[in-house]
């Protein structure tokens, strides 16, 4: 998996930079919580979820310090 850098829109870190994510299929929690653990590792932030339909087994633990943004719908 890799890790970004720098904040994508406005700030936000782009969930799907973070690993493949498969839509409608696959477990995208892995993904999700390796993005929370890096933007929890920066103190703060935004982890944005593009359109798509997230499926997701494994449990995903949110941080406090983390908003999560989203557009469209599923």
Same mark, same amino acid.
Request: proline content about 8%.
């Given at each position: 998996?890799?890790?970004?850098?720098?904040?994508? =829109?406005?700030?936000?870190?782009?969930?799907?930079?973070?690993?493949?994510?498969?839509?409608?299929?696959?477990?995208?929690?892995?993904?999700?919580?390796?993005?929370?653990?890096?933007?929890?590792?920066?103190?703060?932030? $935004? =982890?944005?979820?593009?359109?798509? $339909?997230?499926?997701?087994?494994?449990?995903?633990?949110?941080?406090?310090?983390?908003?999560?943004?989203?557009?469209?719908?599923?």
């Amino acid at each position: 998996m890799t890790s970004p850098n720098l904040p994508t =829109l406005l700030g936000a870190y782009n969930v799907l930079e973070f690993g493949n994510i498969e839509f409608g299929a696959g477990d995208a929690g892995p993904v999700i919580n390796h993005a929370m653990d890096v933007i929890s590792a920066a103190r703060n932030g $935004t =982890l944005f979820f593009p359109p798509g $339909t997230y499926v997701i087994r494994t449990p995903v633990v949110h941080r406090s310090n983390i908003s999560v943004i989203g557009f469209g719908s599923a």
